[in-house]
């Protein structure tokens, strides 16, 4: 296992022995979450823990249903007790980039009926400004090419998702994926704001506010938890 999966295997699997009996767990996406997957999996086993799960794309549904873990729907649970999910950047505010395996609508949908939300990240992920990771736009297909057009005027860089056979990428929700290759977002806030006032913009990956705390893998695993951050 390489340096970066091992401080995701640590991170998730550390994000799983903070899940307690009878909670309802909004499951992530991506290869961190996959880690904690599989060793909730294996409290749940063990200890007979009651847990329900409520996942943010089709690819942990059936990781999880894989892994025998009950699910419910997002809108069948009265509210979500805790929800831990991956991240494709950090920054030091907590604010974060997610949507790099396309699954931005349905985490943040799960995250935002969350009593809690935490990210589990290896330490490349973390960062003084976002930007580094292109930030991912989930449009709706009619009008793409011109949003397009728009975010290139506007000198955000567009580029639609792909798959490896050039098709473009279609998310659960069924829209297409536009990436912002931004280099560095000096003001996260004033681009969220005008990516939500942009027509056919369906969500974004900008996660501003969201997570209570980050869990980061590492030779030693740090754990901020954003009431402990300074301008909070
Ligand atoms: O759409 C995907 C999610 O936002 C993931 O949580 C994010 O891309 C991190 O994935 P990974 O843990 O595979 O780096």
């Known amino acids: 296992m390489d340096r970066i999966t091992e401080q995701k295997r640590q991170a998730g699997e550390y994000a799983a022995s903070?899940?307690?009996?009878?909670?309802?767990?909004?499951?992530?996406?991506?290869?961190?979450?996959?880690?904690?997957?599989?060793?909730?999996?294996?409290?749940?086993?063990?200890?007979?823990?009651?847990?329900?799960?409520?996942?943010?794309?089709?690819q942990t549904s059936s990781l999880a249903k894989g892994w025998g873990i009950k699910l419910k729907s997002v809108d069948?649970?009265?509210?979500?007790?805790?929800?831990?999910?991956?991240?494709?950047e950090v920054d030091t505010n907590l604010d974060g980039i997610k949507g790099g395996g396309a699954a931005l609508l349905f985490e943040k949908i799960v995250a935002l009926n969350s009593k809690r939300n935490i990210w589990i990240v290896d330490q490349s992920k973390y960062h003084d400004k976002l930007g580094q990771f292109p930030l991912p736009v989930e449009v709706v297909p009619y009008g793409s090419h011109q949003l397009l057009k728009r975010f290139e005027a506007?000198?955000?860089?567009?580029?639609?998702?792909?798959?490896?056979?050039?098709?473009?990428?279609?998310?659960?929700?069924?829209?297409?994926?536009?990436?912002?290759?931004?280099a560095v977002i000096e003001h996260?806030?004033?681009?969220?704001?005008?990516?939500?006032?942009?027509?056919?913009?369906?969500?974004?990956?900008?996660f501003l506010n969201v997570a209570d705390a980050v869990i980061i893998g590492g030779e030693k695993l740090v754990v901020i938890e954003r009431e402990n951050i300074e301008n909070h």
């Open 154 to 182: 506007a000198d955000m860089a567009p580029t639609f998702r792909r798959l490896p056979d050039g098709q473009r990428l279609t998310t659960d929700a069924g829209n297409y994926i536009i990436d912002l290759h931004l």
């Open 76 to 88: 069948e649970v009265p509210a979500i007790d805790l929800t831990i999910d991956g991240a494709d």
């Open 18 to 58: 903070l899940i307690t009996d009878g909670m309802i767990v909004g499951l992530g996406t991506g290869s961190t979450v996959k880690f904690f997957i599989e060793k909730l999996a294996e409290r749940i086993n063990r200890e007979g823990l009651d847990i329900v799960g409520v996942t943010t794309s089709r």
């Open 188 to 206: 996260p806030q004033a681009l969220a704001y005008y990516l939500e006032q942009t027509i056919g913009v369906v969500e974004h990956g900008l």
